[in-house]
């Protein structure tokens, strides 16, 4: 079985206003050479997905009908990792750095090679369209999508980090890096650093 590793317990409070993380909020494309720590990446995944303390399951991102179609991967310079929102942890799958790889996917947007950080959200499509069917049912995926990728955005900001949400690349090439499951289809690549 892959290692689990538990991330820092995502903090409910800070001195940023939502106000001004929505002003602030850039694209960001050029990283400096530093890592983001484990309390940053917790803080990033638990804003994308996490699990909100309550007696029912409840994520920090609404999600129609409750079914949870996202799964969400972090690419890191020692690996890549699956989030898992229910124990706040990361789960090891590969201990190789795959950004060159993820680059060349998304046809070789140099930034995502220099990112510390790449958050790579996927959805599992079957999950919502036994409710909705395959005529709704994605633009609710689609809709989810965009609310935990907002999400990331400004928890960046209010971090001092800097993002940028990424559509361009090569679903099939990203599925075979990550080592995806087949049912895991790639949506949305957010490459995380601090500004340049």
């Avoid at 804003?47 to 972090?74: F, H, I, K, M, N």
Wanted: hydrophobic share 40%; proline share 8%; net charge positive.
């Amino acid at each position: 079985m892959a290692k689990l590793l538990s991330l820092p317990k995502p903090r409910l409070e800070s001195s940023a206003s939502l106000e001004e993380m929505i002003y602030r909020r850039r694209s960001v494309r050029n990283y400096a050479p530093k890592e983001v720590n484990l309390e940053e990446i917790g803080q990033l995944l638990w804003a994308v997905q996490g699990r909100a303390d309550t007696p029912a399951y409840r994520t920090t991102v609404p999600s129609a009908g409750a079914l949870y179609p996202l799964e969400v991967y972090a690419v890191l310079i020692d690996g890549v990792y699956h989030y898992e929102p229910s124990e706040h942890a990361l789960r090891s799958l590969q201990d190789v750095d795959q950004r060159m790889e993820l680059c060349r996917a998304a046809y070789n947007q140099n930034f995502i090679r220099q990112a510390p950080l790449t958050i790579v959200l996927t959805a599992v499509f079957a999950r919502i369209e036994g409710k909705y069917g395959r005529a709704r049912g994605p633009r609710y995926v689609y809709i989810e999508a965009g609310h935990a990728a907002q999400n990331l955005l400004l928890q960046a900001v209010a971090l001092g980090l800097g993002s940028v949400p990424v559509g361009a690349f090569d679903d099939q090439k990203v599925k075979s890096i990550l080592r995806l499951p087949p049912n895991h289809e790639p949506l949305y690549l957010l490459p995380v650093g601090r500004p340049r």
